[in-house]
């Protein structure tokens, strides 16, 4: 079954720290990954995708992401976290025209 | 080059009645989605269309739940005799639906709260 797991429920970091969101995927088949940032009250915005090739990926707003295949993980970095920054993250998988399969997010607090 | 917009931002209404959620994707985006964010569930994905059929309606969790789509745009997601665990956010996104990958784009959501 395709699942995605996002281990962190809520992280805290510093203004101007680096983060690192999880996300480890179960998918049958080479998957499509994202990332979706989600600011309260707000839609979902993609942040990056990888679908093939260099496996890591920039995005917008700073955000990276790396694909490991032998790790089924994709992970979200950023080097220097802003106070904007705080949010909600999911990660997701899919493939084409078919429906995401998301993790159940986590949540981003930046503190001074 | 408006987005993907939903319709009404929020719904409050008590249990037992009927709601009708609604969704206009972007022009010419013949795929669309419905998923449900609950709290502490992530977002669930509920019913897909195509054009106007749905190839894919495993998410709705009962029988309760209904969509349309009509004239490849406009979609209506309908949940009869509304349940206190109806309650949450529901989200719609369409995609250009062409050969290759598509982005989706997410709407605003509608939260649904049942009384």
């Known amino acids: 079954a395709q699942s995605v797991t996002q281990p962190d429920i809520h992280i805290t970091v510093s203004e101007g720290a680096s983060l690192e969101l999880r996300c480890n995927y179960s998918?049958?088949?080479?998957?499509?990954l994202f990332w979706y940032v989600q600011s309260p009250g707000q839609g979902l915005q993609l942040l990056l995708k990888?679908?093939?090739?260099?496996?890591l990926v920039q995005g917008i707003k700073g955000f990276e992401a790396e694909f490991k295949r032998s790790q089924s993980s994709f992970n979200l970095r950023k080097p220097s976290v802003h106070w904007s920054d705080a949010a909600e993250y999911f990660c997701?998988?899919?493939?084409?025209?078919?429906?995401?399969?998301f993790g159940k997010g986590t949540r981003l607090s930046v503190i001074a | 080059g408006a987005g993907v917009s939903q319709s009404p931002s929020n719904k409050v209404t008590e249990k037992g009645k009927d709601v009708e959620l609604r969704c206009d994707p972007i022009?010419?985006?013949?795929?669309l989605y419905w998923y449900r964010q609950s709290l502490g569930q992530g977002l669930e994905f509920l019913i897909y269309?195509?054009?106007?059929?749905?190839?894919?309606k495993s998410g709705l969790p009962s029988d309760r739940f209904s969509a349309e789509r009509t004239g490849g745009s406009v979609s209506t997601l309908t949940i009869q005799r509304t349940q206190q665990e109806d309650s949450a956010v529901y989200l719609c996104?369409?995609?250009?639906?062409?050969?290759?990958?598509?982005?989706?784009?997410f709407g605003p959501g509608t939260r649904l709260t049942v009384l």
């Open positions: 996104a369409s995609s250009a639906g062409l050969a290759g990958y598509n982005e989706q784009f």
């Open positions: 022009s010419g985006h013949t795929a």
């Open positions: 997701a998988v899919g493939a084409w025209n078919t429906p995401l399969v």
């Open positions: 990888y679908f093939s090739g260099d496996t």
């Open positions: 998918y049958g088949a080479t998957p499509y």
């Open positions: 269309f195509q054009g106007n059929s749905a190839p894919d």
